[in-house]
T-cell receptor
Framework: DTGVSQNPRHKITKRGQNVTFRCDPI?????LYWYRQTLGQGPEFLTY????????KSRLLSDRFSAERPKGSFSTLEIQRTEQGDSAMYLC????????????FGPGTRLTVL | DAKTTQPTSMDCAEGRAANLPCNHS???????VYWYRQIHSQGPQYIIH???NNETNEMASLIITEDRKSSTLILPHATLRDTAVYYC????????????FGTGTRLQVTL
């Protein structure tokens, strides 16, 4: 399968714990995006990488959130000291910088903070 | 990015054409219209995009009005598998290229 993959698919954690999610984009894609989606809402942009450079961060991305893409391939999104309001679906997408913004999304990681 | 307005929900009989409207009256000259859909429990899926000309691909057709203030996504022969939330998004292909999703239109295809 050459699509975008995300792990884990589901994560349940207690408030205050740290969690880390992984995204593996389509191999030749140089752009990688993270979005967050809560129930009944469309996805909201969090951050975006071109190769290993993080080029934009949303104001939604508080200091507790950090994302990396160390070698320009896979990416991780870490949430420190989780809060119940962090419960959401975290979506990763990738694209080629040369195409018209056709983003390919992964299946998402559903986070539940108890 | 320009804001879009879509109906909250629509129904369509299987086999019939589904016409999903979108208003984007504040669209600027360099902004494209994109359509994505999200089937339950899956990530969004790209459908089609256009600037000012009508576009067609294997999934759908996109009709953009001459003033570019509105558009319609057409699924020519809707099937039950087309039941999803459909998002109309306006944006350019600049360096950021993030997608700004609204709440979309929930399309229910019925027998």
């Amino acid at each position: 399968d050459t699509g975008v993959s995300q792990n884990p698919r589901h994560k349940i954690t207690k408030r205050g714990q740290n969690v880390t999610f992984r995204c593996d984009p389509i191999s030749e894609h140089n752009r990688l995006y993270w979005y967050r989606q809560t129930l009944g809402q469309g996805p909201e942009f969090l951050t975006y990488f071109q190769n290993e450079a993080q080029l934009e961060k949303s104001r939604l991305l508080s200091d507790r959130f950090s994302a990396e893409r160390p070698k320009g391939s896979f990416s991780t999104l870490e949430i420190q000291r989780t809060e119940q309001g962090d419960s959401a679906m975290y979506l990763c997408a990738s694209s080629l910088a040369s195409t018209y913004n056709e983003q390919f999304f992964g299946p998402g990681t559903r986070l539940t903070v108890l | 990015d320009a804001k879009t307005t879509q109906p909250t929900s629509m129904d369509c009989a299987e086999g019939r054409a589904a016409n999903l409207p979108c208003n984007h009256s504040t669209i600027s000259g360099n902004e494209y219209v994109y359509w994505y859909r999200q089937i339950h429990s899956q990530g969004p899926q790209y459908i089609i995009h256009g600037l000012k000309n009508n576009e067609t691909n294997e999934m759908a057709s996109l009709i953009i009005t001459e003033d570019r203030k509105s558009s319609t996504l057409i699924l020519p022969h809707a099937t039950l598998r087309d039941t999803a939330v459909y998002y109309c998004i306006v944006g350019d292909t600049g360096t950021a290229s993030k997608l700004t999703f609204g709440t979309g239109t929930r399309l229910q295809v019925t027998l």
